[in-house]
């Protein structure tokens, strides 16, 4: 009888052990293949797919690719690793950086048989971060290059893919698990990086984050799909509903029981376009076109609260980020508003965050065609860059929160 009391109350103490650990990263590579690419001399290729989870703790698969340098790495400590977040490439499969052919870009058919292009154009700062011995992972995120739609400009699940991402491919290239990393983006790249640091410490706080680049992040979804509207991206709406309307279908109810027919194809066509795609066949299209009523998005958003609760769900600014942060954008971005990025950098510092903001140099021309957002992107990035090496480097991290 004594034996068997022991037995039960190891048993017991096990079982109550499992439950009081916190559960362990359970990101995993499911699978791998060779991504050759233009720059091969300068680091070896491989697309991976990894175990991550939707906003509400689902698993899903999403898909990244890493690129390891030739070149060693002469900083402190263990290789860096930026886990990069692409800009928008749009909706359809054929649009993941994954899937850019030698990794500039591709042109094809999508899956409804349209002309579509796949235009890697962050593809040389990748290869500038491995020319100066970093280890690149550059995230599809979900629903891009893989089943299901994807889940555009959704924080949450633009933060778990990215720091899945990181303890997937710091497994693969077998690099210690506390090797330094850093988040970078640009526009919806921007976003994704700054949710990545902003939930690292709930959802991975394994990670040794360094460092984060944000430039142009749409971290208030509300005021940025005002902005869009009639844009030459305004297809990229499309690809936001046809994400949370898969995740929520009281939100999809919501939506199509406003559109129009036209409004309709707008989004069936969003889910397998690329950007170009999308500039050519929807730009500067109006919102009030797509419509029952004639009401904008933006005001169907204030009439229904389902969507805005949605939408607001996914802003940004309300948890402390790991790490410091570079956050940039310009005055004069025609597409992302600048005044947002400007909260969303104070917010952080309210919270006690180390903030570098830059309100980085841009040009006015012509309002929502996308150049006056497009162009700081390439002067952007090489700056975010180097304020990551220096993290890296063990540099002290700028902060202008008080000014």
Not at 217 to 234: C, E, H, R, Y
Not at 242 to 261: Q, T
Not at 354 to 367: C, E, H, K, S
Request: proline share 8%; with cysteine.
């Amino acid at each position: 009888m004594e034996k068997i009391c022991i037995r039960l109350l190891a048993v017991c103490s096990l079982i109550l052990g499992t439950l009081l650990v916190p559960p362990t990263a359970q990101a995993a590579v499911t699978s791998t293949r060779p991504s050759p690419h233009v720059l091969d001399g300068v680091g070896r290729g491989q697309v991976f797919t990894y175990d991550t989870t939707t906003d509400d703790g689902r698993p899903i698969q999403a898909s990244a690719t890493l690129y390891e340098p030739n070149t060693p790495w002469r900083g402190k400590g263990e290789r860096p690793t930026i886990i990069f977040a692409p800009g928008t490439r749009g909706a359809g499969d054929q649009c993941a950086p994954s899937r850019a052919g030698m990794g500039l870009g591709s042109v094809g058919l999508s899956k409804v048989g349209s002309p579509t292009i796949n235009a890697n154009y962050e593809y040389g700062f990748y290869m500038g971060a491995l020319q100066h011995g970093a280890r690149v992972i550059v995230a599809d995120l979900i629903g891009l290059g893989m089943p299901g739609h994807h889940t555009y400009v959704n924080h949450i699940e633009e933060a778990h893919a990215m720091l899945d991402a990181a303890r997937s491919g710091l497994e693969l290239a077998h690099a210690p698990q506390d090797a330094p990393i850093g988040f970078a983006g640009y526009s919806q790249g921007g976003g994704a990086s700054l949710a990545a640091a902003e939930f690292a410490d709930s959802y991975a706080p394994e990670l040794n984050v360094a460092g984060t680049y944000s430039g142009a992040p749409p971290a208030d979804l509300p005021k940025v799909m005002k902005a869009i509207d009639g844009s030459s991206i305004v297809h990229v709406l499309g690809y936001a509903i046809n994400g949370f309307a898969e995740r929520d279908p009281k939100f999809r109810d919501a939506v199509l029981e406003e559109f129009n027919p036209r409004g309709i194809d707008f989004l069936r066509s969003a889910a397998t376009t690329c950007t170009g795609d999308s500039i050519l066949m929807w730009g500067f299209t109006n919102t009030r076109q797509l419509t029952r009523t004639g009401e904008s998005l933006s005001e169907l958003v204030e009439r229904k609260p389902v969507i805005k609760e949605t939408l607001l769900r996914q802003n940004q600014g309300k948890h402390p980020l790991k790490g410091p942060a570079m956050i940039a954008s310009s005055p004069h971005d025609d597409l992302i508003p600048h005044e947002q990025v400007r909260a969303v950098a104070g917010a952080y510092c309210q919270m006690g965050g180390t903030v570098d903001f830059m309100a980085a140099p841009g040009t006015a021309t012509i309002p929502g065609a996308g150049a006056d957002h497009a162009l700081p992107l390439y002067v952007n990035i090489p700056v975010g860059l180097k304020y990551l090496f220096d993290r890296f480097n063990g540099k002290p991290a700028p902060s202008n929160c008080a000014g």
